[in-house]
T-cell receptor, first 110, second 114 residues
Framework: QQPVQSPQAVILREGEDAVINCSSS?????VHWYRQKHGEAPVFLMI?????EQKGHEKISASFNEKKQQSSLYLTASQLSYSGTYFC???????????FGSGTQLTVLP | DGGITQSPKYLFRKEGQNVTLSCEQN?????MYWYRQDPGQGLRLIYY???????QKGDIAEGYSVSREKKESFPLTVTSAQKNPTAFYLC?????????????FGPGTRLTVT
């Protein structure tokens, strides 16, 4: 089942902060975060694994609440380059594949 | 430079024709994936392969076929049985299958069928 992302879209000014949420109705083993700019390929940002391990960018942080089956991506002091659509992907059972949310469109204005 | 290449970037076909999308990687990754993306939507998995000569259906495999004869290559054929083939197709790879590993995406092929 597809994870639910919120908000669907957000507009902010350079330097402001944003939080993007991803929730699932099923138990999560891992959560992936990717950013996609218009017409381009998604780019990996972060993986959060059950048990607390994280892999990803230093300037982007995220949390993973296993009990609530939720993950949040924190974008602080936004830059113009942060604009794009952010997708979370969650593991689908034991099938070793990801199911992606429908995305959150982030626009950073000068 | 290592990476994933997809060709062509844009592809136009008439309804009823099969078309094959190319995906090549030189990252020495074992796992490869094909996703479909429709406007304003997330990525939906078509097929994935963990090793050469083995592949599994994803969520929307109907109307598609794949092969994995070489580690570097994972072509996708969109058959005439696919009812709505117009979409953006993305190929990805990872060191190994499983969700502990980041996926690297190619630039995509935008397919238009009329």
């Amino acid at each position: 089942q597809q994870p639910v992302q919120s908000p669907q879209a957000v507009i902010l000014r350079e330097g402001e902060d944003a939080v993007i949420n991803c929730s699932s109705s099923k138990a999560l083993y891992s959560v992936h975060w990717y950013r996609q700019k218009h017409g381009e390929a998604p780019v990996f940002l972060m993986i959060l694994l059950k048990g607390g391990e994280q892999k990803g960018h230093e300037k982007i942080s995220a949390s993973f609440n296993e009990k609530k089956q939720q993950s949040s991506l924190y974008l602080t002091a936004s830059q113009l380059s942060y604009s794009g659509t952010y997708f979370c992907g969650t593991e689908k059972g034991s099938a070793r594949q990801l199911t992606f949310g429908s995305g959150t469109q982030l626009t950073v204005l000068p | 430079d290592g990476g994933i290449t997809q060709s062509p970037k844009y592809l136009f076909r008439k309804e009823g024709q099969n078309v094959t999308l190319s995906c090549e990687q030189n990252l020495n990754h074992d796992a490869m994936y094909w996703y479909r993306q429709d406007p304003g939507q997330g990525l939906r998995l078509i097929y994935y392969s963990q090793i050469v000569n083995d592949f599994q259906k994803g969520d929307i495999a109907e109307g598609y076929s794949v092969s994995r004869e070489k580690k570097e290559s994972f072509p996708l054929t969109v058959t005439s049985a696919q009812k709505n083939p117009t979409a953006f197709y993305l190929c990805a790879s990872s060191i190994d299958a499983g969700t502990s590993y980041e996926q690297y995406f190619g630039p995509g092929t935008r397919l238009t069928v009329t």
